[in-house]
């Protein structure tokens, strides 16, 4: 077994945990180590992605908008069309694999908009797992599709009902669960961030889809004799972003953007935007990274249209290649967010997820300020079927209003 994994990225990581975690931290890494060492584990990840994943997953050409727009030609990384709508999935299935190994035959979770509970409830399903996933009071009433559909797939959903009722909250709950429940419990976090190993574990995982676009984007270029100026991602914990933007962390080039939730605008309260100064560094949930506290050191609340980007705190590796300048940081509002899954919709006929439509809005900033000839491609992280009840309401709400109110009258 090999060593080749760090705990620390620059000053951020670590595992700040209570003594009580050490042991499930230390298996789950020497788990992790084997696996990633034996070619029969990467064969079985394989097979699964494909089969029931539904990988690759499609790059598209956006053409329509990119020539509307008149500047960079914009590519799309269909994530959302993997199964459960979401790139959540790649880690679901690698975790749950990780489970197998280890012999354990529950699985906790922790979810926010409901894709990483949806894609750990649907592994749970096809592996045969008793599967519980912590979700917020206000998550729980945002994204009530992906409550059903968790429950249809046999989860438990927990409520958690204290501090803000959202995800952070729901990782506290899930820790703590799992410092009594360690002995044949397995914690699937859903995204890259949390105590060493789960940041490189999670990254590793979720590398496929940077590995998969690599592949896919220099075929495309090639083709249309273009230069690949940028990759651009969401970024609420950083797992889309980490896993999208990993096999080009070592080059120079292409530029790779991190897109943060600027929410209702930069005052303390109404955002989700951690870099670019707003964060502070900050041990919180196992991890020392940049985080948002208030003067006296508390965890700040925060607002996004999106509930998958409105967490706190920003993965120690994508904190540290910020500090570091190899990842640059942008914003984008809820109206932007929401302009831009409009734009989108009515030129290419595909809905990105609250969430990737961040990333989507710098897409569009960023092809403006380009020629013709440069590439940039966006991560469509997930698909917005499950923001319907969201993006209606916004964008349609008389009506919306009246067909809830002929449902609910039934
Ligand atoms: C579709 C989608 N994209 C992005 C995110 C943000 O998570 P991460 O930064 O870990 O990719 C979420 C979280 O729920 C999500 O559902």
Request: aromatic share 8%; with cysteine.
């Amino acid at each position: 077994m090999t060593k080749r994994y760090n705990d620390y990225f620059g000053d951020f990581g670590g595992r700040y945990v209570a003594e009580v975690l050490r042991a499930p931290l230390d298996e789950l890494e020497d788990a992790f180590l084997d696996a990633m060492d034996d070619p029969s584990f990467h064969d079985e990840f394989d097979e699964i992605a494909s089969t029931f994943v539904g990988r690759p997953t499609p790059m598209l050409y956006a053409k329509n908008s990119s020539k509307e727009i008149g500047g960079a030609q914009i590519f799309v990384k269909l994530e959302g069309l993997a199964n459960t709508g979401a790139h959540k999935i790649n880690n679901a299935v690698g975790q749950i694999l990780l489970a197998k190994r280890m012999g354990k035959r529950r699985i906790i979770a922790e979810t926010g908009a409901g894709q990483h509970g949806v894609a750990t409830a649907a592994v749970c399903a096809k592996m045969g797992f008793e599967c519980t996933v912590y979700m917020g009071e206000i998550d729980i009433t945002r994204q009530k599709p992906n409550v059903f559909w968790m429950e249809l797939f046999g989860a438990t959903v927990a409520p958690v009902g204290s501090g803000q009722k959202t995800l952070k909250d729901a990782v506290n709950e899930a820790l703590r669960d799992w410092a009594s429940s360690f002995a044949d419990t397995h914690y699937i976090i859903g995204s890259a961030l949390g105590p060493s190993p789960y940041p490189d574990m999670v990254r590793e995982f979720q590398s496929v889809v940077g590995r998969e676009a690599r592949a896919q984007i220099e075929e495309m270029i090639t083709a249309r004799d273009l230069n690949l100026e940028a990759l651009v991602a969401c970024v609420g914990g950083g797992s889309n972003a980490i896993g999208f933007f990993e096999p080009f962390l070592e080059t120079k080039a292409p530029r790779l953007i991190g897109v943060e939730a600027g929410g209702r605008g930069p005052e303390p309260g109404n955002h989700a935007a951690r870099m670019k100064g707003l964060g502070r560094t900050g041990i919180v949930q196992g991890y020392k990274s940049l985080f948002l506290l208030d003067p006296d050191g508390q965890v700040q609340d925060t607002h996004s249209v999106s509930a998958g980007l409105d967490y706190p705190g920003i993965g120690p590796q994508l904190a540290a290649l910020g500090v570091a300048g190899r990842i640059e940081f942008a914003r984008a509002t809820d109206s932007e967010a929401l302009d831009a899954l409009q734009f989108f919709a009515k030129n290419e006929g595909v809905v990105f997820a609250l969430e990737s439509a961040h990333g989507a809005a710098e897409a569009i900033r960023l092809a403006r300020e380009l020629p013709p000839t440069s590439a940039i491609v966006v991560n469509m992280s997930g698909r917005g079927d499950k923001d319907l009840f969201i993006t209606a309401k916004q964008l349609d709400k008389e009506r919306w209003q009246e067909f809830l109110a002929r449902e609910a009258a039934e």
